[in-house]
């Protein structure tokens, strides 16, 4: 399924839950151990087309390193932590 089917079926509507939803898909769908804030702005523009802007976007990424969903590696990179949201569900692979 495509980034947007994922953010859809896991009720990401807004941007920062579109951004964690982005998280999740990257680190467990895709099974990137680390990202990059571009890689991860590129998957929030698939859903957030009309109402993407940087400042909005940086703002919510800023809140989820401040909560600890996400946490900050060398070199530019990032990676999900327990505390990320919108892990997808055993269920749905079966």
């Known amino acids: 399924a495509s980034f947007t089917d994922f953010a859809a079926d896991v009720g990401a509507v ?5 951004l964690e939803a982005a ?11 680390q990202f ?12 957030e087309k009309e109402n993407f802007t940087r400042e909005d ?9 401040r909560e600890g969903k996400i946490e900050k590696l060398k070199g530019g990179r990032f990676q999900a932590s327990d505390q990320i949201g919108f892990k997808p569900d055993t269920r749905a692979a079966s």
């Open 23 to 33: 998280v999740a898909y990257l680190s467990f769908v895709e099974g990137h151990e």
């Open 14 to 18: 807004k941007l920062p839950d579109v």
């Open 57 to 65: 976007s940086l703002r919510s990424f800023g809140k989820l390193l």
């Open 36 to 47: 990059s804030r571009p890689q991860l702005m590129t998957k929030v523009r698939q859903v």
